[in-house]
């Protein structure tokens, strides 16, 4: 029997692993986010300061290690069996459901997945023993008060960091405006000393409370946190002044960039706020289960169904070196994970000051919320003075920024004072949560932070408010729904265990297993869609010749994603094969996305143009336009192919098959001529292929009568009728859209002199 149980430990460290590897690619990576959008440094060394937080913070994160154990329910009410029903299925649903939301990709939060999962458990386990036993209620087992407190935490830290970000980053724009370097000589010290003194506060006499450094011992007798608590207001002050002296003589003597400065301290804060309160999420529920068989096994012959967990409920000091591992654990994480640099850029996109593709679309919400906010503005117009409104407007005013100075190619998506704000705010928020035990979300915590500076900043211009809204208004609907997810997975995984025993948990542990394999082998498949051309984008000058040979591969790559869509398609429809079809549609849905977000795009590339090219420009343009048209045409042709199979009908007859066939080996005959030609640019062989195309359009007619024909037969389908006839009708006007735009590419070769020389 005691080995089933050291089984399950060992499976809840594995499992806390995997948890620390998926969670901080996905999560943790949140307090890079102002670092790295406003290019305070490389990469490397926002990461190696992160690093450093990380390792220090992971020392100050024992007494949230609490929350795990007896925070959401009373484990002196629960036998070591059952709680460790409770502790693995809460592990367990926490890789299902990262897996789950990675694949989909969906926002979530680690630390409201443990809260929730914590609570479905114990619910589902409460419930079992309240109808077994017939006595008492579920609410004795469940840790009502503090349950509450955190899940009412989290909530509140949503609209708390939105507001202080909002209020703080307003009130340091009206201070130092777009354009701070002459005011920031003047008082960038004492800001920059009131930010690290906040820090100082927040991180390492706040965040010290309840960390493995709390009960060391001084030579007066007196334990460090007691001393810091008689001497709080003097250390704060001596803070203050020690780091504003020392600021502006560094600026006097170095020229120290104050703001950089301040953001790299705020990575370093956050960051260690980080370790400090979502560490619990990963390895609070291994070592609260680790220390459940402790007490188990210090109990030679005691039943695991009827030994009290009231061991839990005392004081546990954590290891340090179980600590120390997992900080080592998140920052190689976070230094290799090519997926923790991806989840940054949805953050980054939603808060950028400059323009650029818009990730999210519209909904009556945010237009309803812009609208109101435009009439709101007005009406506040009214009642301020005019003089004071042009103050605000200056410091407000973009066009004084001083990132509009710098290269294309190195401009950051917003400035350091926002990005300092960033930091400063969420790191402050963070560290309170952590200091009264509660587990805020840092993922909530530094994105609403964000977006409140960012619309202080005025980035959400009429331009792409909307758009914004819609993105932070999708991201916090994912939030609840990853708590009503955690929630009911983990009761009924805790239900499933309690029944089914050892043999449900071999079961969970291979589907967990098979999760995360499968998950590796998605994240490292070759999907063939097309990936942005980083280059055009990072460049601070174009030529035409540089939006030729990038639209060229562009071409290319569409045009071959156009053929395997459409023999995808035939192959589905003959074999009636579900997943080929979904995989074809799957395709043309990023193609189509890429495409729009190209057209989307094109005045930014017409910006970076020099005055020759821009003339040329319209034939890029235009290409971009037949681009969309045949993505749509590819989708009018997957689409209704997918629901003809999805809903069972009548599958396509022997005659159709065959005249799909046919053409289908005439359209990859035309398209891999097609492709040769923009690939090489040797436009002199258009003619042959328009002639395929001309052959093409006779074969397509000829198809279409025959069908018409077998119409008129008693037992003809008429479904599969209507599908073959739009297959082949879109397959002609997916030909005209193809033709035009080799010809729209061919225009632009000759005005970027890339056409191959005649023979």
């Known amino acids: 029997m005691d080995n089933i149980y050291l089984i399950l430990v060992i499976a809840l460290f594995a499992l806390a692993v995997s948890d620390l590897i998926v969670g901080v690619s996905n999560d943790a990576v949140n307090f890079l986010n102002s670092a790295i959008g406003s290019k305070a440094a490389s990469f490397k060394v926002i990461i190696l300061i992160a690093a450093f937080g990380i390792f220090v913070g992971a020392t100050f994160s024992n007494g949230m290690m609490e929350i795990a154990r007896k925070g959401i329910f009373h484990p002196e009410m629960f036998y070591f069996s059952e709680i460790m029903i409770i502790f693995f299925a809460v592990m367990i649903t926490d890789v299902i459901l990262l897996d789950t939301f990675n694949t989909l990709g969906l926002p979530t939060s680690t630390t409201v997945s443990i809260v929730f999962e914590l609570l479905g458990a114990a619910v589902a386990i409460a419930m079992v023993k309240v109808i077994e036993s017939g006595v008492g209620d579920v609410a004795d087992y469940i840790n009502s008060s503090k349950a509450l407190s955190i899940i009412f935490g989290i909530l509140l830290s949503v609209f708390v960091a939105f507001a202080a970000g909002a209020i703080i980053q307003w009130i340091s724009r009206l201070i130092f405006s777009f354009k701070f370097n002459k005011s920031i000589k003047y008082y960038g010290s004492i800001w920059g000393g009131l930010a690290i003194t906040a820090i100082t506060y927040f991180i390492l006499i706040k965040g010290l409370k309840g960390s493995s450094f709390s009960t060391f011992e001084l030579d007066s007798g007196m334990l460090l946190t007691d001393w810091i608590k008689e001497n709080t207001l003097l250390l704060l002050f001596y803070t203050f002044i020690a780091w504003t002296i020392i600021l502006q003589m560094f600026t006097w003597i170095f020229k120290m960039n104050i703001p950089k400065f301040i953001v790299l301290v705020g990575t370093f804060a956050l960051a260690m706020a980080f370790a400090g309160n979502d560490l619990v999420n990963f390895i609070g529920v291994p070592l609260a289960g680790y220390e459940s068989f402790k007490i188990f096994i210090a109990n030679p012959g005691a039943d695991p169904n009827a030994l009290m967990m009231t061991g839990l409920t005392g004081k546990v000091s954590t290891p340090i070196y179980f600590l120390l591992i997992a900080g080592l654990v998140m920052v190689i994480t976070l230094y290799f994970s090519k997926k923790a640099r991806k989840v940054i850029k949805t953050s980054v996109d939603l808060s950028r000051q400059g323009e650029g593709n818009e990730r999210f679309g519209t909904s009556q919400f945010s237009k309803s919320v812009v609208r109101t906010s435009i009439k709101f503005n007005n009406r506040i117009k009214y009642i301020i003075p005019d003089i004071i409104l042009k103050k605000i407007d200056y410091q407000f005013d973009t066009d004084r920024a001083e990132v509009l100075a710098i290269p294309e190619s190195e401009k950051p998506a917003f400035d350091m004072i926002r990005a ?111 990936e942005k051309d980083i ?99 590819s989708s009018f042709i997957v689409d209704p192919s997918l629901a003809h199979i999805d809903n069972n009908h009548k599958p396509m007859g022997e005659l159709q098959m065959v005249d799909l066939h046919k053409l289908q080996n005439s359209l990859n005959d035309f398209y891999s001529f097609a492709e040769i030609i923009v690939r090489e640019s040797d436009f002199e062989n258009l003619d042959q292929l328009l002639a395929k195309e001309l052959e093409l359009i006779k074969d397509i007619d000829a198809y279409s009568k025959a069908q018409i024909k077998r119409l008129t037969k008693p037992k003809s389908g008429k479904r599969n009728a209507k599908l073959f006839l739009d297959i082949v009708g879109e397959s002609k006007t997916l030909l005209l859209h193809s033709v035009n735009l080799i010809k729209a590419q061919r225009d632009l070769a000759i005005e970027a002199k890339m056409c191959k020389p005649k023979k």
């Open 420 to 530: 300092s704000i960033n930091l400063v705010v969420a790191s402050i928020l963070i560290s309170i949560g952590t200091s009264l035990k509660l587990p805020l979300s840092t993922t909530y915590v530094t994105f609403m932070v964000a977006m409140g500076t960012s619309l202080s900043d005025r980035a959400w211009g009429r331009e792409s408010a909307v758009f914004r809204i819609t993105g932070v208004i999708s991201v916090i609907l994912g939030w609840f729904f990853t708590a009503f997810a955690a929630f009911t997975v983990a009761f009924i995984v805790a239900y499933i265990i309690h029944w089914g025993g050892f043999i449900a948990i071999l079961a969970f542990i291979g589907l967990g297993f098979y999760l995360i394999m499968r998950t590796q082998m998605i994240s490292k498949k070759d999907e063939n869609i097309i």
């Open 535 to 633: 280059d055009i984008e990072n460049r601070e000058r174009l030529s035409l010749r540089d939006i030729y040979e990038v639209n060229s591969r562009t071409i290319a790559e569409s045009l071959v994603i156009v053929n395997d869509v459409f023999g995808e398609t035939v192959l589905g429809l003959e074999t009636e094969n579900l997943k080929t079809l979904k995989r074809s549609r799957k395709k043309v849905k990023a193609f189509t996305a890429r495409a729009k977000e190209l057209k989307d795009n094109i005045q930014i590339v017409i910006r970076k143009l020099d005055d020759e090219s821009v003339n040329s420009i319209h034939f890029y343009a235009q290409s971009l336009d037949f681009l969309r048209e045949i993505a749509r045409c």
